[in-house]
């Protein structure tokens, strides 16, 4: 089963409008993190912003914020105001306590946002 | 933050030969790096964990012998592709994780700028 779903492959949104970027996960761990990277077309992967499964409070870092609902296993990633410049690929990936006791990151397959001017 | 740096960004080579890519920590220790192949409009695939002076964990599918990593210090993890073929031709990325941070699940990767291959 994959641990991390992203449902949507391509999102529009118009500049200076508010988007959510979807994402599932699945673990059996107790102990897990979450957490959201930006991919511009030119591949650097950008980290945006961190949850873990022990925080009560939702993670915010300035536009981004993270509606972390554990019961659905769901951490969507909320963009506030959208600029252009947020035109990329997002990925939601999920580090989870693997075998050896390291903790190994698997990522969704990411959705495309376009940002429309 | 923490940089990566990631060498070459783009490389063009002939099929039969072999490539090395590197992955450098500028400004902290990495006592783990992760090597990912990523294809156009797809996901992060990660081929391995290359821990500093031990043998590399490689994926179940992942070739061994085609994909050589090697962690000789604390802030390089080299990737080698031998033997190249077309097939071998994705974008490639690296990134490391402090060692502070190495058994904590809140420390965040840093990535590497990635690298173009192209086997021709």
């Known amino acids: 089963a994959q641990k991390i779903t992203q449902t949507q492959p391509g999102m529009f949104v118009q500049e200076k409008e508010a988007v959510t970027l979807d994402c599932t996960y699945d673990?059996?761990?107790?102990?897990?993190?979450l957490f959201w990277y930006k991919q511009p077309s030119s591949g650097e992967m950008i980290f945006l912003i961190y949850?873990?499964?022990?925080?009560?409070q939702n993670a915010t870092e300035g536009r981004y914020s993270l509606n972390f609902q554990k019961a659905r296993k769901s951490a969507n990633l909320v963009i506030s105001a959208s600029q252009l410049g947020d035109s990329a690929m997002y990925f939601c990936?999920?580090?989870?306590?693997?075998?050896?006791?390291?903790?190994?990151?698997?990522f969704g397959r990411g959705t495309s946002l376009i940002v429309h001017p | 933050g923490a940089v990566v740096s990631q060498h070459p960004s783009r490389v063009i080579c002939k099929s039969g030969t072999s490539v090395k890519i590197e992955c450098r920590s500028l400004?902290?220790?990495?006592?783990?790096m992760f090597w990912y192949r990523q294809f156009p409009k797809q996901s992060l695939m990660l081929m391995a964990t290359?821990?500093?002076?031990?043998?590399?964990?490689?994926e179940q599918g992942v070739e061994k012998d085609k994909f050589l990593i090697n962690h000789a210090s604390l802030t390089l993890s080299t990737l080698t592709v031998t033997s190249a073929h077309p097939e071998d031709s994705s974008f490639y990325i690296c990134?490391?994780?402090?060692?502070?941070?190495?058994?904590?699940?809140?420390?965040?990767?840093?990535f590497g700028q990635g690298t173009r291959l192209t086997v021709v």
């Open positions: 290359s821990n500093e002076g031990s043998k590399a964990t490689y």
């Open positions: 400004d902290f220790q990495a006592t783990t």
């Open positions: 949850q873990g499964s022990y925080d009560e």
């Open positions: 673990t059996s761990d107790q102990s897990y993190g």
């Open positions: 990936a999920m580090r989870d306590l693997a075998s050896g006791g390291s903790y190994i990151p698997t």
């Open positions: 990134s490391a994780r402090d060692q502070k941070g190495s058994h904590t699940m809140n420390t965040e990767a840093f």
